[in-house]
């Protein structure tokens, strides 16, 4: 399974960005995607998954202003992320999970700053 992420960038406190994070290869044995994030300093952090089923999970820090979302006809998981703030500013990384493995992607910057 390979994955690749994009739509990081700057943006202001505030601001939104959507993520995407598109898998190919081996899709069909994919049951959950999902986001981590690691900021300078700090051990990755998961934010949110989402079943092929549909059930999603979020960690506290990121309830009702990120949204995660999953296209499983374009094989793609999204990460819509509202009112951003300073201290979201991390590299973020879409993960595939596959029986007992995971699979990342190479990581996406978002940078949140005035």
């Known amino acids: 399974v390979q994955l690749q992420a994009s739509g990081g960038g700057l943006v202001q406190p505030g601001g939104s960005l959507t993520l995407s994070c598109a898998a190919s290869g081996s899709i069909q044995s994919i049951d959950v995607m999902g986001w981590y994030r690691q900021a300078p300093g700090k051990q990755r952090e998961l934010l949110a998954g989402i079943s092929r089923g549909g059930g999603i999970r979020y960690v506290d820090s990121v309830k009702g202003r990120f949204t995660v979302s999953r296209d499983n006809a374009k094989n793609t998981v999204y990460l819509q992320m509202n009112g951003l703030k300073p201290e979201d500013t991390a590299v973020y990384y879409c993960?595939?999970?596959?029986?007992?493995?995971?699979?990342w992607g190479q990581g996406t910057l978002v940078t949140v700053s005035s």
């Open positions: 993960v595939a999970g596959i029986g007992a493995n995971n699979y």
